[in-house]
Nanobody
Framework: VQLQASGGGLVQPGGSLGLSCAASGRIFSINGMGWYRQAPGKERELVAIINSGGSTNYADSVKGRFTISRDNAKNMVYLQMNSLKPEDTAVYYC???????????????WGQGTLVTVSS
């Protein structure tokens, strides 16, 4: 199983950026999917999560600015980031809680991370 994140880059404060993450490989089912981020010198923190039914949860710092969504048919999760601030600068990681077969337990898989830099 692999998770491949893409879409990071440099954006000015107030700008927008969209991230994508594709899960591939032997996948039976995916429950939760999410985005975390880690800024330099800080611990990894939750940004947003979405379950298989579409229910979402956001960190207070991004509520109203970020939107998480997913495409279950494509095993993809997205993060639309608007009104970006310098403090949003971080490496963004996607994850997925998934089963590789009907009989396996659910395990968490992580993508490789994509850098988002918000700077003028």
């Amino acid at each position: 199983v692999q998770l491949q994140a893409s879409g990071g880059g440099l954006v000015q404060p107030g700008g927008s950026l969209g991230l994508s993450c594709a899960a591939s490989g032997r996948i039976f089912s995916i429950n939760g999917m999410g985005w975390y981020r880690q800024a330099p010198g800080k611990e990894r923190e939750l940004v947003a999560i979405i379950n298989s039914g579409g229910s979402t949860n956001y960190a207070d710092s991004v509520k109203g600015r970020f939107t998480i969504s997913r495409d279950n048919a494509k095993n993809m999760v997205y993060l639309q980031m608007n009104s970006l601030k310098p403090e949003d600068t971080a490496v963004y990681y996607c994850n997925a809680d998934l089963k590789t077969s009907r009989w396996s337990v659910s395990s968490r898989y992580w993508g490789q991370g994509t850098l988002v830099t918000v700077s003028s």
